[in-house]
């Protein structure tokens, strides 16, 4: 379970001497979370330039700026950048962020409970529960 759980976060710290730290800064961000909405949680990736050039263009929120214009940008301050998406993702429900992201290809995927898993009818059809 260790070997699988820490390909991603201990990539630096593998090498001999160490290149960098035991841990993916992305990984550990404070803000990487599913996003809240109006009305449940959504999980949206808004990571390439083509996704956010697409979402900036259709949700034009008041802080697109230069500063986030391309995905290095981006990286070099990804926790602030989750904290406004989810900011802005707060703003609508699911539903509709699900029909805009749909409309602009950019994966997302509404959470779900576990509840809500064992009446989903797409796994009670194919015998998954």
Known sequence: MAAFM??????????DPPIGPAHYHRV????????ATKDGHIAALVYNDKHWNAFIGAVEPEWASEEFDSLPKRAK??????????????????????DLLA???????????????????????????
């Open 103 to 129: 409309s602009l290809h950019i994966p997302a995927a509404p959470l779900r409970t576990t509840d809500e898993l064992f009446e989903n009818d797409h796994l009670n059809a194919i015998g998954f529960l």
């Open 28 to 35: 550990v961000a404070r803000n990487r979370k599913p996003y």
């Open 6 to 15: 820490l390909t991603e976060p201990s990539q630096c710290a593998m090498f």
């Open 77 to 98: 301050q990804i926790d602030r950048v989750y904290g406004l998406l989810g900011g802005t993702f707060a703003q609508r429900t699911t539903q509709e962020w699900l």
